[in-house]
C-alpha cells in the first residue's frame, strides 16, 4: 500500500461519502447518487498509477529535475486544469 | 435511507475497499520521496478536491431547480453562494501555488518550494472543510 498516500484516499473518500450523504439528504435519485461510484474507482486506479510512477523514479533515481518528469506534470496539469474549468 | 439507496451506498463503499485492496495487493510500499513526488501528491489531492466542490456545487445547482418545480427537496443548500466562491479562491490559488511550487523543487529552491506547499495544502484543507469532509 502506498502509506503516504493514505491521507489522500482518506480526504477523497471523506470527502465522497460526506457528498453522498448530502446528495442522499436532498432526496437526490439512487441513479445520480450511484454516479458517485464510478468517480471513487478512477480516482483510486489514478493513485494507484502515481504509486508505481513513484515507484519507477525512485527506483531509477529520478533528479528532482529529471526531464521523465515533464510528461507526468502535463497530466496532472491537464487533469487540474479539467476540474478548474468545471467551476463555473 | 431506502433499502435500494441503502444498497447502492454499500456497493459504493465496497467498491473503494475493494480498489483500496487492490493497490494493497501489489505488497509494494511507496511513499513520496522528495520535494516533486511532495508537491505530485498534492496536486493529486487538489484535483480531487476540486472535482469534488465542482460536484457539490451541480448537486447544488440541481436541488435548486427541483425545487422550483415544486419536487420535495430539503431546504437547506448543499453548499452556500459564499462558500462556494470562497472555495473556487482557493482551487486556484492553491493551482498556481502548487505550480510554482514544483517550479521551484525543479530548480532546487526546496526551501521555496516548501513554503509555497505548505501554503498550498493549507489551502486544500480550507476547500475540504467546504466539501464536508474533516481537517
Known amino acids: 500500500m502506498p502509506l503516504a498516500l493514505i491521507p489522500v484516499i482518506a480526504q477523497l473518500a471523506s470527502q465522497l461519502i460526506g457528498l453522498y450523504a448530502q446528495a442522499h439528504s436532498t432526496s437526490k435519485s439512487a441513479a445520480q447518487i450511484a454516479s458517485l461510484g464510478p468517480t471513487i474507482v478512477n480516482v483510486t486506479a ?8 513513484f ?3 525512485q527506483d531509477e533515481k529520478w533528479t528532482e529535475n ?15 486544469q479539467l476540474a478548474l474549468d468545471r467551476l463555473t | 435511507m431506502n433499502p435500494r439507496q441503502s444498497f447502492r451506498f454499500y456497493l459504493i463503499a465496497l467498491m473503494l475497499v475493494g480498489a483500496l485492496s487492490a493497490c494493497m495487493n501489489t505488497g509494494q510500499v511507496v511513499k513520496p520521496v522528495g520535494m516533486v513526488q511532495d508537491i505530485i501528491t498534492a496536486q493529486t489531492s487538489l484535483t480531487v478536491a476540486i472535482n469534488a466542490l465542482a460536484d457539490m456545487h451541480d448537486a447544488e445547482l440541481a436541488r435548486q431547480e427541483m425545487a422550483k418545480a415544486g419536487k ?36 532546487n529552491d ?17 476547500i475540504a472543510l467546504v466539501n464536508g469532509g474533516k481537517k
Not at chain 1, 521523465?68 to 487533469?79: E, K, N, T
Request: no cysteine.
Open chain 2, 72 to 107: 420535495p427537496v430539503s431546504p437547506t443548500p448543499l453548499i452556500t453562494d459564499k462558500a462556494y466562491q470562497d472555495a473556487k479562491s482557493y482551487s486556484k490559488q492553491a493551482s498556481a501555488m502548487l505550480i510554482s511550487a514544483r517550479t521551484a523543487a525543479t530548480a
Open chain 1, 55 to 57: 515507484k519507477t523514479a
Open chain 1, 46 to 53: 489514478a493513485l494507484s498509477q502515481l504509486a508505481m510512477t
Open chain 2, 110 to 126: 526546496a526551501s521555496n518550494a516548501q513554503t509555497l506547499l505548505t501554503a498550498g495544502l493549507n489551502l486544500i484543507g480550507q
Open chain 1, 66 to 80: 529529471d526531464a521523465r518528469w515533464l510528461p507526468i506534470f502535463d497530466q496532472i496539469d491537464h487533469a487540474q
